[in-house]
């Protein structure tokens, strides 16, 4: 039985002084995703109360949001590490294992059948998602450090020979960057990086002059973890490719905030992680240009990813399969198109346009601290942000202020390299504390981690 993906419809995100009389009317889907309808709901302007944002609206889809820690409310500040799941994700992740818990491509029983049917649906939404142009476009993988290690493992050991060059920035991810360590020690390759600029941002002017008939393929993320930059991919990929190199976008910070379309950058690879768009952990994605995947020799062997095997020659299944070795993780995987479902259902661009507005608030409230520095970029017209802020206070160690918050806050904040050693010692530090925002968070969250932080600046300020 064919899956069909689901279009869910979007709604127009009101602004900062539109409010809704009441919250927008709601219905669910079979699977029971809110679809959320602006058209229905009485907005107006209200200036006399308090305005009602995305974040407001869809809070109460996340049940882990509504509990106290430590004494205070929970005030989550932590996805671009991990993102909270709605209730829509737990349930399907609940339903396969109640319903139709069974393996998949192995069996014609109605339970495997059923199992099989929903982990393809899964696929084919996460290529819809991105605008693949075909489902066996992506490959499912534990996460997308995984994905990244397939890359390296695979194409970078078929196509990678001594004097080849393999470009990065000094802001990569540990995930970026040791695979393709690995990769250089084992071909004789050699990597190549890209510094930042006055802005603190990588510099793309010195990428493109770094780029030559030696490079192979360019490795480097949408958004920046630690700098809350972004890239301009689509450049970066025709300069890559006018020189003949693949170019490999780690999209996870991307991916959950703003629309991404494959086909429109052109990336030869590009990989997230469904555990930072509301789906659950042990589950993300490559996505390959189908003639690259199909050059491309497996990763893992064993069951699965055969076509035929004898006792001394075994062939390989077609991709995606023959990268999708052993029983995979079906549950999550289904969970993950929930997850698409429920991020379809409110729109992509509507969540990235909310979050440019969060992203300037957090800066410009965090700005205002005294001792406070921010890495990265400024916003302006032309630079937006994520909605992330990664700092450190003089004199104050951020996994103490990090600690701080938490036990006489209820915050959670991130603390340490945020698995970017090399920008850090880049940027002349060992650590920095990190806020990071999504979708369900509001103004008065960030309020509320201002005063905290004035809070907590005190405090230690009073033993010197």
Known sequence: MEGVVVKLPSFKFLGPNVVFSSFPSTRRSSSGVRLFS?????????????????????????????????????????????????????????????????????????????????????????????????????????????????????????????????????????????????????????????????????????????????????????????????????????????????????????????????QNLNADFLVASSHKMCGPTGVGFLYGKSEILHAMPPFLSGGEMISEVSLYHSTYAEPPSRFEAGTPAIGEAIALGAAIDYLSGIGMQNIHEYEIKLANYLYEKLSSVPGVQIYGPKPSESVHRAALCSFNVEGLHPTDLATFLDQQHGIAIRSGHHCAQPVHKYLGVNASARASLYLYNTKEDVDFFIDALADTVGFFSSFK
Not at 81 to 88: N, V, Y
Not at 102 to 110: E, L, W, Y
Not at 206 to 233: D, G, R, Y
């Open 38 to 262: 602006a058209s229905s709901a009485s907005a107006s302007i209200a200036a006399d109360s308090e305005p009602t944002s995305l974040g407001h609206v869809v809070r109460r889809d996340f049940p882990i949001l509504h509990q106290e820690v430590n004494g205070s409310k929970l005030v989550y500040l932590d996805s671009a590490a991990t993102s909270q799941k709605p209730t829509a994700v737990l349930k399907a992740l609940q339903n396969y294992y109640e319903s139709f818990n069974s393996n998949v491509h192995r069996g014609i029983h109605n339970l495997s059948a059923k199992a099989t049917d929903e982990y393809e649906l899964a696929r084919k939404k996460v290529a819809a998602f991105i605008n693949a142009s075909d489902s066996r476009e992506i490959v499912f993988t534990r996460n997308a450090t995984e994905a990244i290690n397939l890359v390296a493992k695979t194409w970078g050991k078929k196509n990678l020979k001594p004097g080849d060059e393999v470009v990065l920035t000094v802001a990569e991810h540990h995930s970026c960057i040791v695979p393709w360590q690995e990769a250089v020690e084992e071909t004789g390759a050699v990597l190549k990086y890209v510094m930042l600029n006055e802005e603190e941002v990588p510099d793309t002017d010195k990428l493109k002059e770094m780029l030559s008939q030696k490079t192979k393929i360019v490795v480097v993320h949408h958004v920046s973890n630690v700098l809350a930059s972004s890239l301009p991919i689509k450049e970066v990929v025709v300069w890559a490719h006018n020189v003949g190199a693949k170019v490999l976008v780690d999209a996870c910070q991307s991916v959950p905030h703003m629309p991404v379309d494959v």
